[in-house]
């Protein structure tokens, strides 16, 4: 396994709707363009194996452009390194891969944000995310008992693609008040085509607000599921729960650039450009703002990282930007999701951190000091989110490798 090179005008990590529509965008000024991502295929998680059959007008409209323009992908590529400036290194299944441009798009999305209650780590109960990806890469869930909870239209979506998948989808559980959600609607009439095609989808599938799941059952696996509704608490046996409390950022590659991050977002000026001169960065990473927006920033960043004018889309992303505003406010936890967890209920899956372990120090810092929280193969990128929503912690510090890398290839950038 050696090393190579690649040389282009403008590098675009993640190959998700902000970043394909930022490649789209540069590829045809004429550049050099290249696209990394760390999966198989383009798409992202929301037209994940999509290429060949889009769910989706919007999705097929994207994919053709896309062939419509030359672009090299270079896929199961993970980036891990930034040794110096305008060269980036990523892990790839034929070795290291030494990525040198001019102008670079970070279009690395988000995850999903999970909180800790009794239960969670049996086998079984997965992100709502991760469960629809297992699916779309050949996972069986027809015939299966599902509850979904947590928070966000992503519980929907998800319901809607395992229902059609054969699975047998008890209940969405969201944990917003009606209040919110009745004021998400009357401030979203544009988005409503989407939402009722979600409704017919999820016809006879109850979806009950101010509703989260506090507790899951099973020996070796799941085996249900207990839920709490005004003052209420009831069982619902089931073979998988699926649970997402809204998404997080992924910020880390941003940080290790030196770029400035805000409130967990990264931060960009108008033509999307962060701190750092000729980096640039859309989608989920700069805020959670839904398919259109990531769309219109990707175009914007794709145009401004080539030079050309981007400000006729201005107009366009601040609608999007409107909906996104409300998403987020819709969408925020509420405060009795921070009793979840027990003294004894893990949060730091990797470490085996409990919450009475963490609930003694007063940063995390300090708890990874004395408990190894968040230094696990994860590095925090699931008990990041729940120690940001549970004790208002961040990382303070991001430090190569931003993602787990063989020693080879480490070894091999010291050379």
Request: proline residues 4%; positive net charge.
């Amino acid at each position: 396994m050696g090393e190579a090179r690649h040389v282009c005008d403008v590098l675009i990590v993640g190959a998700g709707p902000a970043g394909l529509a930022a490649a789209f965008r540069a590829a045809q000024s004429g550049l050099r363009v290249t696209v990394v991502d760390d999966n198989p295929a383009v798409g992202g998680q929301i037209w994940r194996g999509e290429q060949a059959k889009p769910s989706s007008r919007e999705a097929q409209a994207w994919f053709e452009r896309i062939r419509s323009v030359e672009i090299q992908l270079i896929s199961g590529a993970r980036v891990f390194e930034h040794p110096w400036a305008r060269t980036l290194r990523a892990e790839t299944p034929d070795g290291v891969c030494e990525l040198s441009y001019t102008s670079l798009v970070l279009a690395t999305g988000a995850r999903e944000r999970f909180l800790p209650f009794p239960g969670w780590t049996l086998p079984n109960v997965m992100g709502a995310g991760g469960l629809q990806a297992l699916v779309k890469t050949g996972l069986p869930i027809e015939g299966k008992r599902v509850v979904i909870a947590g928070s966000g239209p992503l519980l929907l979506a998800v319901g809607a693609y395992l229902r059609g998948r054969g699975a047998d989808v008890l209940l969405i559980a969201e944990q917003a008040s009606s209040v919110q959600l009745v004021r998400f609607i009357a401030g979203s009439i544009g988005k409503m085509s989407q939402a009722l095609s979600l409704k017919r989808q999820l016809r006879g599938v109850r979806y009950l607000n101010g509703c989260w799941v506090v507790k899951a059952h099973g020996e070796d696996k799941l085996e249900s599921a207990t839920l709490f509704r005004g003052g209420k608490h009831w069982q619902v046996p089931c073979d998988y729960l699926a649970c997402g409390f809204h998404l997080v950022p992924n910020v880390e590659l941003a940080e290790l650039l030196g770029c400035v991050v805000e409130n967990g977002c990264v931060r960009v000026d108008e033509l999307q450009q962060t701190t750092v001169p000729q980096v640039y960065s859309a989608g989920e990473a700069t805020g959670i703002g839904g398919l259109e927006l990531s769309l219109i920033e990707g175009e914007i960043a794709g145009l401004a990282a080539s030079g050309k004018s981007a400000r006729q889309l201005f107009s366009v992303r601040e609608k999007h930007r409107r909906f996104a505003a409300l998403l987020n406010q819709t969408f925020a936890l509420r405060e009795e999701l921070k009793e979840l967890a027990e003294p004894e209920t893990i949060v730091c899956r990797c470490e085996d951190v409990t919450f009475a372990r963490l609930r003694e120090h007063n940063s995390w810092r300090a708890a990874k000091l004395q408990t190894r929280c968040g230094m696990g193969p994860c590095q925090g990128r699931v008990c990041g989110g729940a120690v940001e929503f549970l004790f208002g912690w961040r990382a303070e510090s991001v430090r190569p490798p931003v993602l787990p890398v063989r020693v080879e290839s480490l070894v091999r950038g010291s050379d």
